[in-house]
């Protein structure tokens, strides 16, 4: 009996170097993929995913704030991953990111290579696009999702065999919406592909890397996969992640607990008649205080919220104070900021890291 090889395990790159500008105040002092979703630096879900999908070795492309991955996650072993980190000293775009760290691969020419953006939160089945990739004999594989309104994407329509046809720029008018497939930010790679994209300069792998493939006859493959996908690249899209991994709409087996609405992590307190609803966090060393409300929110490390507060949809950076019978809907309040009590924070308001808002200072304000 001939007993066929073992499929070896593709290796992944994670680009994770960018300066998260659209989530500040959230990012000024934490890189974007460090923020804290359900309680652990997104990250880790990003990397216990791979890990369950049968990835290995990891290569991390960082840049902003790279010296605070490696202390936390250090060789990997207690997720059972390698990693390896690679920084850029100059920003080198998508593509330029992923030649960067090319010398770290171990893969053959024809192997296949994960790559994955670190601010999308996706349920995507990892294993099947690396099927599909290897059964289609693809040059690249894109994971595609549908979203219902396509304008703020770039389209990627597809012939009947999924095969890409084209990559088309943020439609202006009804008449260029041909499809409602988008690139969801996962890709597979054959390794020798990789070593086609320039060195040592920006590239995006999406302006400049896939339309030069598909202009040169390469073949790329789109792969549909419309499960939970969401980026997260605004505050407001941040915290709803978050909550939607403690609720089990979006998965990972790296929520630190059992699914449901709250997280609260060891070391928090919480007063007994506060109400902590719709998949809110409370961070370790946080506090809570008595007939306070919060739904949909998150509240990080040491972070306080006074008693009869009300937090909705929002953010609470760490070490920060929320105080007595505040309120605050789809807001984002930055590291060390007090908020003094009977203030009014809604509609994507923002408070900078260490701002004092004083008492009543603030009714209602409306995103700038």
Avoid at 171 to 187: L, S
Wanted: proline share 7%; aromatic share 4%.
């Amino acid at each position: 009996m001939t007993i066929a090889p073992a499929t070896p395990s593709p290796e992944a790159i994670l680009l994770v170097g960018g300066k998260g500008t659209r989530l500040r105040p959230m990012t000024v002092h934490t890189p974007k993929p460090m923020v804290p979703a359900a309680g652990v630096p997104f990250l880790t879900h990003q990397l216990a995913r791979a890990r369950a999908a049968g990835v290995e070795h990891i290569v991390l492309a960082t840049s902003y704030l790279a010296e605070v991955f490696e202390p936390y996650f250090g060789d990997g072993s207690a997720l059972g991953l390698h990693l390896e980190y690679v920084t850029e000293e100059e920003p080198l775009g998508t593509g330029g990111a992923i030649r960067n760290v090319a010398s770290r691969l171990r893969s053959g020419p024809d192997d296949p290579v994960l790559i994955f953006n670190g601010d999308i939160l996706t349920g995507l089945d990892i294993r099947a696009l690396v099927d599909n990739h290897r059964t289609t004999g693809a040059d690249v594989s894109l994971h595609l999702t549908r979203v219902p309104d396509p304008r703020a994407y770039g389209l990627v329509p597809t012939d009947e065999q999924g095969r890409v046809t084209a990559f088309l720029e943020k439609p202006q008018t009804p008449e260029e919406i041909v499809t409602d497939q988008i690139n969801a930010g996962a890709y597979v790679f054959n390794r020798s592909v990789i070593d086609t994209i320039p060195a040592g300069r920006p590239v995006s792998v999406e302006r400049e890397t896939f339309p030069g493939l598909l202009a040169a006859g390469a073949h790329l493959q789109g792969m549909v996969d419309s499960t939970y996908w969401l980026d997260l690249g605004t505050p407001q899209a941040f915290v709803r992640g978050s909550a939607d991994l403690v609720l089990g709409r979006a998965p990972s087996p790296a929520v630190p607990g059992r699914c449901g609405d709250r997280l609260v992590l060891d070391s928090a307190s919480v007063a007994g008649d506060a109400k902590l609803t719709g998949g809110t966090v409370i961070g370790p060393q946080a506090r809570v205080g008595a007939g306070a409300r919060i739904d949909g929110s998150t509240v990080l490390e040491g972070a306080v919220v006074e008693e009869g507060a009300q937090v909705r949809d929002s953010l609470v950076g760490a070490g920060a104070r929320i105080g007595a019978r505040t309120v605050l809907q789809g807001a984002v309040v930055g590291d060390g900021a007090l908020v003094g009590p009977d203030n009014e924070l809604r509609d994507g308001v923002r408070v900078w890291c260490g701002a004092d808002i004083p008492a009543g200072a603030v009714r209602f304000s409306s995103d700038q």
